[in-house]
């Protein structure tokens, strides 16, 4: 299985930029990954929240799969801990289908058709995250989550 | 009211470091701010992991006062929304105590005189995180709650 995470806008602070790419070249020693961002959408300044939020989910869709795993993150989603979390990845890995796909929104959140497109609603904490302190934080636990599975000692329970 | 940060161990990646100043430079515009590091504990690949925890727990307790309100970050806490744990620190300003301290733990978290002197024990997460990434997370959201408190636009529900 591969992992994507597809994450709306990119990354302005290069300090956060720093620690993703830290997290990703570690994920890569253990499963395939691919990061994609979407790029944030033109003159937003003067479009709806609503707008926007279509606009982002257009481009989410495009760079799905009818076969993928797709599990949004959102607050009000289903939270794990880092243990569960490991487990829940190594159960869609022995799933057979062939990429699962994390999906970090823009500030207004999903559209309708990529919320509908989802098969599963995972929360990273109650407390709501800026786009790249969420993308940071999930390549950390993806990280992490290998670590978990691998026996090794980076996780502390 | 003042906001202190204790936190077990130096903060060794340099980019975790930069995002960290970020937020407390800003927390700072907004109300007295002074983040603790208490060092780690020499020699602690000698010692287990409940001598790390009592040594670090003694360091702790040094510097915390009989007026402070105690509050430790614990993934087995009560977790709060933003919008939620801002309303939360506002009530401990009105509250009249002088500071509120929030302790971010060692790995093998907190010794029982730290944990008895507790009164409260907040969650940011189900998810584990190193004390680093919790310590930047922390800050984010003192900053985050301080924006939501004056109604600044920083913070989207």
Redesign the interface.
């Known amino acids: 299985m591969e992992i994507t995470v597809i994450s709306v806008g990119k990354i302005n602070?290069s300090?956060?930029q720093?620690?993703i790419q830290?997290f990703e070249s570690r994920i890569k020693r253990y499963i395939k990954y691919s990061p994609i961002i979407i790029p944030d959408i033109r003159n937003s300044k003067s479009l709806s929240k609503e707008t926007i939020k279509e606009e982002e989910g257009k481009l989410i869709m495009e760079n799905l799969a009818s076969s993928d795993i797709v599990v949004i993150m959102d607050?009000k989603g289903k939270?794990?801990?880092?243990r569960d979390?490991s487990e829940w990845i190594q159960k869609q890995m022995v799933g057979g289908r062939k990429r699962l796909v994390l999906v970090i929104g823009g500030?207004?959140g999903f559209s309708k058709a990529v919320a509908d497109k989802a098969d599963y609603k995972i929360s990273?904490?109650?407390?709501?995250?800026?786009h790249e302190?969420a993308k940071l934080?999930l390549t950390?636990?993806i990280y992490?989550a290998m670590t978990i599975l691998r026996g090794e000692p980076y996780?502390?329970?």
């Open positions: 602070s300090w956060i720093e620690g830290l607050e939270e794990f801990t880092s979390f500030p207004y990273l904490s109650k407390m709501t995250f800026t302190m934080i950390e636990q992490r996780h502390h329970d």
